[in-house]
């Protein structure tokens, strides 16, 4: 395929990148039921962590904005549908597009406060919170436990975010439309909306009617639903095959930091890891509830036993 001119593309951490240009002519689905014409996608670098899934790219809402998407995890179903005819679901469940373009971005109700907030099927968590958002929540009281951290904690299309201050504190009352939430733990990311990421979609239905910018969310139960969450007062993350300390919680910077290299679990040298396989299946050491004693390396070669859990 030809490559043309190149276009900036901002990611889900705020960061931006150039990516070259090409065309297709046409891609159908495996149904053969619905058919694109004369796209114009970005080529990502072989570097791109979409390795790591086995796919071959990433499809975004410009592409699908003419048609209804509907993710059903209890069917394990990814529906795309023509718009002819309006999706037949209560409007309690509907939530109009808050933003000019075909991104499904919808008011989300935390703590007495709406805040715009994007349908982000690239995050795997439940929230995450825009920076402003989280001050803004401050300001009105609406949040009162909190904690400081340093270190990143996501990778958008461009990468790893850049290390920053974080700040996670829990969310008492959230609601999407009638569905309602309880006890959130929430963290702080450098990013354009605040994130609503694919945990939601253990709890409900998602409908997108692109088209007429609705979004639909059908919850499983009509009672509140508390979101289990650990937090941890150290993350740990894979680069360049060695495990490291990602992210540092509270009085626990006075200990380690990120960047920091773990040399052994429960006693046994670690291996080295591959990226990919860290973060789609998980470093099978690091499972299950037991506490795990960990062995840490500083940047100054001072070694840390610590518990990890």
């Known amino acids: ?23 297709i002519e046409s891609l ?14 970005i080529v990502m670098e072989e570097t791109s962590m979409i390795k790591c899934f086995d796919v071959c790219g990433i499809i975004g809402s410009d592409l699908i904005s003419g048609l209804i998407c509907i993710i059903d995890s ?11 005819t309006q999706y037949q679901e209560s409007y309690r469940f509907s939530h109009q597009f808050q933003e000019k373009s075909y991104m499904p971005v919808f008011e989300l109700y935390v703590n007495n406060n709406y805040i715009k907030t ?28 909190k904690e400081i951290g ?3 904690s996501s990778i958008g299309l461009s990468g790893v975010a850049l290390q920053s201050n974080i700040l996670r504190t ?27 990421g694919t945990k939601v979609l253990e709890y409900g239905k998602v409908v997108i009617d692109y088209p007429r910018r609705i979004f639909y969310f059908i919850p499983y139960t009509n009672e509140a639903v508390v979101i289990p969450s650990k937090s941890r007062e150290f993350y740990l993350t894979v680069s360049e095959g060695v495990l490291k300390v990602s992210t540092v919680w509270g009085d626990m910077s006075n200990v380690i930091s990120p960047g920091d290299r773990v040399t052994h679990i429960n006693g046994e040298p670690v291996k080295d890891y591959d990226f990919c396989e860290s ?12 506490i795990k004693k960990l062995l840490i390396e500083t940047k100054s070669g001072k070694i840390i036993e610590l518990d990890y859990k």
């Open 28 to 41: 159908i689905t495996p149904d053969q039921k619905i058919k694109f014409k004369n796209l114009i996608p």
């Open 1 to 23: 395929m030809p490559l043309s001119d190149s276009v900036k593309v901002v990611d889900s951490n705020n960061q931006s990148h150039y990516y070259r240009k090409t065309q």
């Open 279 to 290: 973060i789609t299946i998980g470093i099978a050491e690091l499972k299950g509830d037991d």
């Open 74 to 84: 209890q069917t394990k179903t990814i529906t795309l549908a023509t718009s002819e």
């Open 170 to 196: 829990k969310i008492k009352d959230l609601r999407i439309g009638v569905a309602k939430f309880r006890d959130i733990t929430v963290e702080t990311e450098n990013l354009p909306y605040t994130l609503m």
């Open 118 to 145: 994007l349908f982000d099927t690239g995050s795997d968590g439940f929230v995450a919170l825009k920076n402003e958002d989280y001050r803004m929540l401050d300001q009105n009281s609406a949040i009162d436990n």
């Open 150 to 152: 340093y270190g990143f």
